[in-house]
C-alpha cells in the first residue's frame, strides 16, 4: 500500500472510531508498526489528529463539521460575489448539480431566473429554487444530515451516480493545491466525489477562509477541478499553484475585508 493510501485508511478508520491503537492500524494497513508511527507523525504535523502513547485520536478541531448556520454568517458577502461568476458558468438548457454548503446555496438564488435543471442533495439549494417557475429541480433523498441540511449514504450516491451533469459545482471545508478539496465527513465526501465523476466540468468554490487550509477526507485532486471561484482575500500563492496545475482560477471581487477563518 502506497503512503497516501496508507494515511487514507488511518483517517478513515479514525473517522469511525475517533481513537485506534498502533497495533489495530497496522493490522489494516499490513505494514510495520515503524510506519504507522511514521504515518501519524506526518497527520499530526498536518494537524489531522493527535497522537498518543499506542495510537492517536482525531483532532476535535478536524473532526468537527460546523453547521449550515455557523457557515452562513462566515464570508457572507464574499460567497455572494463569487455566486455570481458562478452563475456565468451556466448557460440555459443545462443539467447541473450543486452539492451542499451555504455557497452552493447563493449560487442557487442566483439561478432562481433561468431555465434549466438543478440536481441536488441539499434542502438549502431546493428551497432557494422552490419558486423559480423555469428550473426544474431534481431532490435527491438519502439519509439526512441535518447540520448541514442535506441527504447522504448509499442511496443517495447511487441515485447520483446514474445521473450526467454539464457541471457540478461544490464547496468543502478545505483547500490546496497540494490535496485538494477536503471535507470533515467521510460520508458527505464520498457523496461530493459520486457527484464529480457524474460531471463533464467541476467546478470549486471556495472563500478565503477555505483556500490554504486542509480538513480531514480529500473529495476532489486538484487534477480533477476544472474552474476555482475563490474571492479577492484568497492567498495568492495558493492560487498561483492552482494555476500552475492547470486550474481556471476565478477571483470574484467581494468589496469586503477579509475576514477571519471560523474556529
Known sequence: MFTDERRQVILSALAVHRSISVADLSRMVRS??????????????????????????????????????????????????????????????????????????????????????????????????????????????????????????????????RLRFQTVFLSGNGLTAANGLSTPNMHVASLDRAAVEAAQRVVVLADHTKVGTDSMMQTVPTERIDVLITDDGADPGELERFRAAGVEVRVADSGAPAEPAAP
Not at 510506519?35 to 498536518?46: F, I, N, Q, S, W
Request: with cysteine.
Open 32 to 161: 510495520s508498526e515503524i510506519t504507522v508511527r511514521r504515518d501519524l507523525k506526518a497527520l499530526e504535523e498536518g494537524g489531522h489528529l493527535v497522537r498518543h502513547r499506542g495510537g492517536a485520536s482525531v483532532a476535535r478541531s478536524v473532526m468537527d463539521e460546523p453547521t449550515y448556520r455557523e457557515k452562513r454568517v462566515v464570508a457572507a458577502a464574499h460567497k455572494l460575489a463569487m455566486a455570481e461568476l458562478a452563475a456565468d458558468l451556466v448557460d440555459d438548457g443545462d443539467v447541473v448539480m450543486l452539492c451542499a454548503g451555504t455557497t452552493t446555496q447563493a449560487v442557487a438564488t442566483r439561478l432562481a431566473r433561468r431555465r434549466l435543471m438543478v440536481a441536488t442533495t441539499s434542502l438549502l439549494v431546493a428551497d432557494a429554487l422552490a419558486d423559480a417557475p423555469d428550473v426544474e429541480v431534481l431532490l435527491i433523498g438519502g439519509i439526512l444530515r441535518g447540520n448541514i441540511r442535506a441527504a447522504i449514504g448509499g442511496e443517495a450516491e447511487r441515485a447520483v451516480s
